[in-house]
């Protein structure tokens, strides 16, 4: 079997890989995910996907599959990871009672074979009213930190949340079905 490279620091995701690869290596790609206004939300990602797996493909030593993803939520423009605690508190406030989305990119490239494959996946999340006492806690948790959107599902931030519409995994920052189905269809390999 080819090398399992996951082109992430990302902690959820690289947990998320573990259960399915024992094997699952890990290169963090020196990138910068840079954003254009202009550009649709799900090209967003995928652009940032294709450019994490195709660096880490060019600079890490073993060839396999490499698997990169990228993450951001989207209301009215593209929210990536907050910069500052006062970030984070307008996006969180930005968000309350509203149904946003979040669109996670994924790249697969096979390095030994020069293939590359690039896709995204949507999910409509729905928040509860927030009040303001209610977000300041949530930021002292610390856990908006590198989270696109200030928030993480899997953990405080579920209180957040009152209904989703697409892949739970998606919101954690990786579409374990679309990955499976994208390696399935054009790599012969399931994550079972």
Known sequence: MKNIILASKSPRRIEMLSRYFQDLKVFVPDTEESVNEQDLPETTVMKIAFEKAYKAMCEYEEKGLIIAADTVVFLDRIMGKPKDEHEAFMMLRSLSGKIHSVYTGICIIDSEENRKVV???????????????????????????????????QGYGELMVNKIDGCYNNVKGLPLTKLNNMLNRHFSLNLL
């Open 119 to 153: 896709d995204y996946e949507q999910t409509f999340v729905k928040f509860n009213e927030l009040t303001d006492d209610f977000i300041r806690r949530y930021i002292q948790t610390g856990e908006y930190k590198d989270k696109a959107g200030s928030y993480g599902i």
